[in-house]
């Protein structure tokens, strides 16, 4: 499945809307997406068929490819996996986190197999500007490519990565990334590159699986392509082309590739940019991307995310990680854990459903959860028991109010070493500038070793008998609510 083919998934469920009328790239894309991503139960994905001055064939944008249902975050993930969109999680997650550890290496095909080259721009003929990148807050910097993969090759083990870092448009042959100390591909293989005064190539694709961005953001083992992660995704091999002007590969059913190099000891600025925690954060020193050669389907489709706003799309982002933090704290000997598992954003609060068999098992994954690499992104942890429904914030918050208390001393800790990512401002300039100074904490909200009875929630399924549930859910229409409720959100 590719970017298209998934569009025409979402366009027969109902779940895609098409405007055909003008539409700029500079801000008004990305502020419809970002307002469409609130209303009509965020369901809805958005494709600008007519974008500002690159009407009718030089490109179109897509908003809100994984914009979800506020009950079923997972939902448009489920599609994108072959799966029914209303799938529990407790079913989901299992079948994801099976997927994500199953294997499968990739195919190469020929550059005449490869949709991705139907059009190709080598030399001065590439421009960046010829595509039409969007501008998304007005306190950007410029034009970012958010959903997309940067790949890159150790110059040691030849081990491939492809991860998401945003990616400015500096120039129309020019581009910078912002790189945190510590990840596998900006800093660590690019290191030795500049360590021994080479150049660095490398490629960047948007489009193509849309399970790719899930894959991107994964917290991928040492040693391990995306690739061959995304395949066993997927159940077969995703299919490689090589490079016009490297030898990387790529996705054959990419929209857009970029290729270039980064040459020693050369940087430029990078931001401001509104990030996914809800702030803009700030210019950086990044290295200078040269771009040599853009190849593209014919009118290619740029998917972008409206990173910040309210209820913005970070669930793809964190669901590599989810399943990665539950199989990391079961593997060191913490049961009980139920499917109830979620990310409330990326950088901010991990909840667990859990049925602890000992007092302990409540700080201990904790402190298992709070060593895992991918923790950097990540400050608290929310510890719940095993009938809260974490996947729903509001059930959260209720939980919280009900089951935690405030007198009790949560695990935390806070020390100029502990890791975060520079994107928290929760240290000051220099720690942030290391990823360090950062803060962890939990909170516990389960009732299995207190001493106090958890109390019983008034909601409607306990608060009245079946027969008088049945009769509401009945009469609802003839009610006349259907107009100005919607009668799935309330039931």
Known sequence: MDLRNFLEVLDEKGMLIRIDKEVDWNLEAAAISGMLARVGNGQYTVLFENVKGYYPDKGRLVGCLYAPDRRKVWNKIALAMGLPPDIPFSIFLPEFSKRLRRIIKPMEVSASEAPCKEVVKVGKEANLLDLPIPFLH?????????????????PDTGWINAGTYRWMVKGPRRGAALWVMGQHGPTIYYAKYEQRGNTMPFVIYNGGDPLSFIVSTSAVPTGVCEYDVLGGLRGEPIKLVRAETNNLLVPAD???????????????????????TGYTHGRNVSPVFRVNCITYRKNP??????????????????????????????????????????????????????????????????????????????????????????????????????????????????????YQTPLSFISDAANRAKGTGGAKLSWDCTSKFKSWKKPEKTIFEKAYPVSIQKKVKEAWSDLGFDEAFDEKEIF
């Open 254 to 276: 990419a929209e857009i590739v970029i290729e270039g190099e980064i040459r020693p000891g050369e940087r430029i600025d990078e931001g401001p940019f509104g990030e996914y």
């Open 138 to 154: 007005e306190t950007d910097g410029g034009r970012y490519l958010t959903l997309h993969a940067i790949v890159n090759q150790d």
């Open 301 to 418: 489709i740029i998917s972008f995310v409206t990173e910040g706003l309210k209820w913005a799309e970070d669930f793809p982002a964190s669901l590599g990680m989810i399943a990665g933090y539950r199989e990391y704290a079961e593997s060191a000997g913490i049961k009980g854990i139920k499917n109830q598992i979620f990310s409330m954003d990326t950088c901010t609060l991990m909840a667990f459903g859990i049925n602890p068999q000992k007092p302990r098992d409540i700080l201990r994954l904790a402190r298992i959860i709070m060593g895992n690499k991918a923790m950097i992104n990540l400050n608290t942890i929310g510890l719940y028991d095993t009938d809260a429904d974490v996947t729903d914030c509001r059930d959260m918050m209720e939980e919280t109010g009900m089951a935690w208390d405030p007198r009790s001393i949560s695990d935390f800790t806070s020390d100029d070493d502990i």
